[in-house]
């Protein structure tokens, strides 16, 4: 179809066939679009994490300003979310690597590799929540280490 | 103009631009390297980031001017910039149809992602510069 006669269907607002809204995607479907959204969401995710180092670099008010509104109990479990999303376009990311190895390209074979993503995503997001839940002691411990240093400038 | 008997393409093509403009290659390689390189970088940072949340100032500025942190936060900084930048580039390539807006948004957004991760690098260097030991 050329553009012109395209643009004559949308003006005469023709009913078009049902469309994604009516299908049930297969799940392997799903895990498809949602590896383009969750890249789009961690390009989200690294704008975020520029502003952080970027308020460092413009000083200690700024650097301030910024933490009292990323601390809190809701982005906590933000970071937890964003963690989750990450690991999942990791996962998803190795299995279209396998992908174009040639491996594991039936159908049966991408439902139970996308199984896989899904529990590793989780598996990955609770990992790195149970390795960092403790972490208040060991950079107060850091800290201390390095706090003479700065108290002398 | 020259004759090019080997190719499919028309001269007409040729002259609006169509068909493949060869660079399908070099994007696809990029991003698979990309990916496979940030594997290491981007544990390393989501493990940073989760030790990170609420340090104070001094706390942050002290890890970040570690040579191995500063090193590592670059390393980030530039290979999921590029990453994102070749990602986003696809995704808007596929769903935006208009000629004119698909060709300023792909602009648009390079320019955005150089001039952020510019800002980032520009910042970590300072930070390790001016608070490293």
């Known amino acids: ?153 | 103009m020259k004759q090019n008997n080997h190719s499919i393409i028309s001269d007409v093509k040729k002259v609006k631009g169509l068909g493949s403009a060869h660079h399908g290659n070099g994007h696809w390689m990029a991003q698979r390297i990309t990916a496979i390189a940030s594997i290491p970088l981007v544990l390393w940072a989501v493990y940073s980031v989760f030790n990170l949340q609420g340090v104070s100032y001094l706390e942050f500025t002290a890890w970040l001017a570690s040579p191995l942190n500063a090193i590592l936060a670059i390393l980030f900084v530039l290979n999921t910039f590029y990453h994102a930048s070749l990602g986003t580039q696809v995704i808007v390539e596929d769903y935006i149809a208009n000629f004119v807006f698909r060709k300023i948004k792909l602009i648009a957004q390079k320019l955005f992602f150089i001039a952020l991760g510019v800002a980032v690098i520009f910042s970590i260097l300072k930070i390790a510069f001016t608070m490293g030991i």
């Not at chain 1, 799940?27 to 590896?35: D, N």
């Not at chain 1, 376009?89 to 190795?94: D, E, L, P, R, S």
């Open chain 1, 1 to 153: 179809m050329t553009e012109e006669t395209n643009k004559i269907v949308i003006k005469a607002k023709r009913p078009l066939s049902p469309h994604l809204q009516v299908y049930d995607l297969p799940m392997t479907a799903k895990m498809s679009i949602s590896h383009r959204i969750t890249g789009v969401i961690l390009t989200g995710g690294l704008v975020l994490l520029s502003i952080w180092v970027i308020a460092a670099g413009l000083g200690e008010n700024a650097y301030n300003t910024m933490m009292s509104l990323i601390d809190t109990p809701i982005t906590r479990f933000v970071f937890l979310a964003w963690a989750f999303v990450l690991f999942y376009h990791m996962g998803n990311g190795f299995r279209h690597m396998f992908w174009d190895l040639g491996i594991g390209i039936t159908e049966k074979a991408a439902v139970k590799t996308g199984t896989l993503v899904i529990i590793f995503a989780v598996a990955m997001t609770a990992l790195i929540w149970w390795l960092t839940c403790d972490c208040t002691t060991d950079t107060a411990n850091i800290i201390v280490l390095d706090g003479g240093v700065h108290e002398t400038e």
